[in-house]
């Protein structure tokens, strides 16, 4: 199989998701439609989510504003004091321009002559001033970053929170949609894009306005003439910034997307290396996440040359404006009378007016990288949850587990039905079996009776109850399900298995061991109960793996049991194994078996034969080989399983 191009494996990975579910129609085999992909739609809106995360501190930014507001003051003041220490050494200025002068030696200002002694007097007195105002400053400016570290590791815990949250909520089709890789990397790479702005240009946005204001009003103050001659070239650097912005916004957001799949891939391949080697698929493998990365390696240059580039452009337009300031300023110094001293101050504001704007503009790559990734977790906590209980939903208390699925037509998809019009009943204690080719709709009855997806005609009931009308909770509590794909955590045996009842006391972990034939593979392990699993228990075998979870189903109280090929990874010894501990397991209990071993349903109450979503035959081992049909073929192979 060759690679795939690129606009495959861009639809692949970043549009459909990672493909997951069973069956023609099911999660695995239907597509979404493309996502949109360029800049952020509606860049105002993710904006004001973003604030109201960190408004939610006021009290800091409070203080943090405080502490600007002294950073920039002191800033401003320092700036200006440079023209009393100019002044005060230049004997052609007249004293009395000085604003220290007028305040420590009046009655020499008055005279209008200082002599060189006084001069450097003054001169000392101005630099402890200026260091004064300076080290206030620079206090002002450590409290100011360390506060607003706080307020942004604070706000970006509460969107991280907040998307976990939500993730929890999802319904199950949400996952069936999206990569996991993809899926990650809103936790990673997005939320640390936010991080990074709030942390450092939403300091440098708030201080770079309250400097602007500060620093406008001592240019207007100091010289009205040259300040009108800095406005002039405002328009020139908002049209030059808005422009370039436009690009780099477009481009960051391709780049999101890109990484996204880039992500996708990633997770992917590393999950299916064992496969990737056995069918020796590394080099195709290769090829195309050389597609995926090249991709990513020209929307991330794009990106990132509009946004590296916005920087040197607008510092060169400040340089212009600065070289043009000073020029008109000397020109006022010679034909009108203005100190060189106040020529020099304003000389410093032209800088520091138009650094804040340099800074933002230096930064916009973070900013539109953050607001790309803001939209993005916020599309994700834009998802709809899973439709809430009913008013009235109630609590499964003494649950018999009498099932029944009355009329069942259910599709992922619209227009793609996978179950049609299926009824059947379990009296509470009975054991049901599903068989069928594969993508008959034999999960699919699962994933309906534990509400991952309702009916879309029809109903099914527990105890006479429309399942609808039980909270969520309550119903999967009292459903147990080991499922042909296991899952285990990071943590100790004992606690994998307690998953399924937490509050069971060790005995009872120990006495589900044993029942699902695990105990005697623990007892040898190293640290027995107490091994520490990770890697989803990658140092243990796929069949030991699906022992613990048959454990685990084996600790759960619940009445209603679902095994979904629970012994596929298992050998035929230990399937007998199994089988005992089952039977002791499914007593009392209402348990659905999905299997392709029909060796394994043999004993089932009745077993449902499913065909296209159809049941095509009912009735149990005996009534249906002495029929004849489906089953009769399955069982005795004269037709292959599909």
Not at 184 to 196: L, P, V, W
Not at 291 to 305: E, G, I, P, S, T
Not at 548 to 577: F, G, M, W, Y
């Amino acid at each position: 199989m060759a690679a795939r191009n690129l606009e495959e494996l861009q639809k692949r990975y970043a549009s459909l998701g990672k493909t997951s579910g069973r069956g023609p129609g099911g999660p695995r085999g239907h597509r979404r439609g493309p996502r949109p992909q360029g800049k952020p739609k509606n860049t105002g809106a993710t904006i004001r989510r973003l604030v109201a995360y960190v408004a939610a501190y006021k009290t800091r930014m409070a203080v943090v504003f405080v502490f600007m507001i002294f950073h920039t003051l002191t800033s401003v003041a320092g700036s200006y004091l440079l023209r009393d220490v100019v002044n005060a050494l230049d004997k052609t200025v007249e004293p009395g321009k000085s604003l220290l002068l007028r305040l420590l030696m009046p009655d020499a200002v008055a005279s209008g002559v200082l002599t060189d002694a006084q001069r450097l007097s003054c001169l000392g007195i101005i630099l402890l001033v200026l260091a004064a105002i300076y080290l206030i400053g620079i206090v002002s400016a450590y409290f100011q970053a360390r506060l607003m570290i706080k307020v942004s590791q604070s706000a970006v815990e509460k969107l991280r929170n907040d998307l976990f949250v939500k993730m929890q909520t999802l319904p199950v089709r949400y996952f069936d949609n999206h990569p996991t890789g993809e899926l990650m990397s809103r936790f990673t790479n997005d939320i640390d894009n936010i991080d990074m702005m709030i942390n450092s240009t939403l300091t440098n946005l708030i201080s770079g306005v309250i400097s602007l204001a500060g620093t406008f009003i001592m240019m207007v103050y100091t010289n009205i003439w040259l300040t009108l001659v800095t406005i002039i070239f405002i328009p020139l650097l908002s049209f030059g910034g808005s422009l370039i912005a436009k690009r780099s916004a477009k481009y960051y957001g391709q780049q999101q997307t890109a990484l996204g799949a880039v992500n996708g891939y990633i997770e992917e391949t590393v999950t299916g290396a064992k496969v990737i080697k056995v069918f020796n698929h590394e080099d195709i493998c290769l090829d195309e996440f050389e597609v995926l990365n090249r991709d990513m390696r020209n929307k991330q240059f794009k990106a990132q040359f509009y946004g590296g580039v916005m920087g040197p452009i607008m510092h060169n337009i400040s340089s212009i404006a600065f070289a043009v300031t000073a020029g008109v300023g000397g020109l006022l110094c010679i034909f009108n009378g203005f100190d060189v001293g106040g020529l020099t101050v304003f000389c410093n504001y032209s800088r520091q007016f138009s650094m804040p704007i340099n800074n933002i503009s230096m930064q916009m790559s973070t900013i539109f990288s953050a607001l790309a990734g803001a939209e993005r977790v916020f599309a994700v906590m834009d998802e709809p949850s899973e439709p809430a209980d009913l008013p009235d939903a109630m609590e499964m208390t003494d649950v018999k587990g009498e099932v029944v699925l009355d009329n069942v037509t259910f599709g992922y998809v619209p227009g793609q039905t996978v179950l049609r019009h299926v009824s059947l009943y379990a009296n509470a204690g009975q054991k049901i079996a599903f068989v069928g080719s594969t993508g008959a709709g034999k999960t699919t009855v699962t994933n309906l009776l534990n509400r991952f997806y309702d009916v879309d005609e029809g109903c099914i009931t527990i105890d006479g109850v429309d399942i609808r009308s039980y909270k969520r909770d309550s119903l999967r509590e009292n459903i147990a399900m080991v499922l042909q794909d296991t899952h285990l955590f990071t943590g100790t045996i004992m606690e994998n298995i307690r998953y399924g009842r937490p509050d069971a006391y060790d005995e009872e972990v120990v006495a589900a061991a044993k029942t699902a034939s695990a105990h005697s593979f623990i007892m040898r392990l190293e640290h027995g109960y107490q091994t520490v699993l990770e890697g989803d228990g990658a140092n243990l075998s796929q069949g030991q793996r699906q022992l613990l979870n048959i454990a685990r189903a084996a600790l759960s109280k619940a009445p209603i049991l679902v095994l979904d090929e629970a012994t596929s990874s298992v050998d035929t010894r230990t399937e007998r194994h199994i089988e005992r501990g089952m039977d002791r397991l499914m007593k009392n209990r209402t348990t659905f078996v999905i299997a392709h071993r029909l060796s394994t349903v043999r004993n089932a109450n009745a077993i449902m034969v499913l065909e296209q979503g159809e049941i095509i035959e009912r009735g149990n081992h005996e009534q249906l080989l002495a029929l004849g049909g489906r089953y009769y073929e399955l069982y005795t192979g004269k037709k292959e399983l599909d």
